[in-house]
């Protein structure tokens, strides 16, 4: 099985890196990711660095490319939480960037002596290159990048639209807990070893991520403010649903709001806060998402 080192990774999403690995579409495939435990030097600016890019056989612009999360396995036994003045939403009230390590083991993070809560691994990081200039791996956009959504995670499938051949894929910025909003600036950030497996969906126009669970469907938003990514997240998981379950704008809409979770992945991004919208799978046909 093919592996790319964790010190094979760069700060931005850009179609001029060379790739670090070559991949056949259904090829299992490993990563090792980086986090502030790696590049202390980081901090307290915090861009984590994605390993990658990856070349995957066959993707070509106006494609769709799904990046299925085989496993996700925690490599470090402790994580960094972060806060920054002016950044997250207590910004304001934090004069000075602060760190806490916490250890983590199978089952629980260990906030403390006395705290702990279920460990629940995820990918902050999954994104492909967009066209024309680098983007800083800790935005995020149509390509993907810093979505920060808890549900990215071992077993979940994200589907990112293709902009330049090859897709250059890049991953990283895994977190053994996270809330949504992450609303500190900073989940559980650790080390990990991620197995991925790729696949290129040629007949699949997308404008933005949307990412499928066991249970739900989820399009994917962003924006200056969360009107913005929330109108992103349900236009596009309207159009989902008129094209996948033949329901006109109107009957959507109505599904939407009866059966659909709006939830915030992330608030603290300076560049684009994230949203998604979550259906349940079982309103779907089995035959509509690839």
């Given at each position: 099985m093919k592996v790319l080192e964790k010190d094979m990774s760069n700060i931005n999403y850009d179609a001029a890196i060379p790739p670090a690995?070559?991949?056949?579409?259904?090829?299992?495939?490993?990563?090792?990711?980086?986090?502030?435990?790696?590049?202390?030097?980081?901090?307290?600016?915090?861009?984590?660095?994605?390993?990658?890019?990856?070349?995957?056989?066959?993707?070509?612009?106006?494609?769709?490319?799904?990046?299925?999360?085989?496993?996700?396995?925690?490599?470090?036994?402790?994580?960094?939480?972060?806060?920054?003045?002016?950044?997250?939403?207590?910004?304001?009230?934090?004069?000075?960037?602060?760190?806490?390590?916490?250890?983590?083991?199978?089952?629980?993070?260990?906030?403390?002596?006395?705290?702990?809560?279920?460990?629940?691994?995820?990918?902050?990081?999954?994104?492909?290159?967009?066209?024309?200039?680098?983007?800083?791996?800790?935005?995020?956009?149509?390509?993907?990048?810093?979505?920060?959504?808890?549900?990215?995670?071992?077993?979940?499938?994200?589907?990112?639209?293709?902009?330049?051949?090859?897709?250059?894929?890049?991953?990283?910025?895994?977190?053994?807990?996270?809330?949504?909003?992450?609303?500190?600036?900073?989940?559980v950030e650790t080390e990990s070893l991620l197995t991925l497996r790729c696949q290129v969906i040629h007949d699949m126009k997308l404008t933005h991520p949307m990412v499928v669970t066991a249970d739900e469907v989820m399009t994917v938003g962003d924006g200056r403010n969360l009107e913005e990514a929330c109108k992103i997240a349900l236009d596009n998981m309207a159009t989902l649903i008129t094209k996948k379950l033949g329901l006109d704008f109107i009957d959507a809409t109505m599904l939407i709001s009866v059966a659909a979770d709006l939830r915030v992945n992330q608030i603290v991004n300076t560049v684009a806060v994230g949203v998604r919208v979550a259906l349940p799978l079982s309103l779907v046909p089995t035959d509509c998402i690839p």
């Open positions: 690995l070559m991949v056949a579409q259904g090829e299992i495939f490993q990563l090792k990711t980086p986090s502030i435990l790696t590049h202390p030097e980081l901090f307290p600016e915090t861009t984590v660095p994605v390993t990658g890019p990856i070349y995957v056989e066959g993707a070509k612009p106006d494609s769709a490319l799904k990046v299925d999360i085989v496993k996700v396995e925690l490599t470090a036994g402790k994580g960094a939480i972060a806060v920054i003045p002016g950044k997250g939403a207590f910004g304001e009230q934090v004069s000075e960037a602060m760190s806490k390590v916490v250890t983590y083991d199978d089952k629980y993070v260990y906030f403390n002596d006395r705290i702990k809560f279920p460990l629940r691994p995820m990918v902050g990081k999954v994104g492909v290159a967009p066209i024309g200039k680098a983007i800083n791996c800790h935005a995020t956009g149509p390509y993907g990048g810093n979505m920060d959504i808890t549900d990215i995670t071992e077993g979940s499938s994200v589907y990112l639209p293709i902009f330049v051949e090859g897709a250059l894929l890049a991953c990283g910025d895994t977190h053994a807990a996270m809330g949504d909003g992450e609303s500190c600036f900073s989940a």
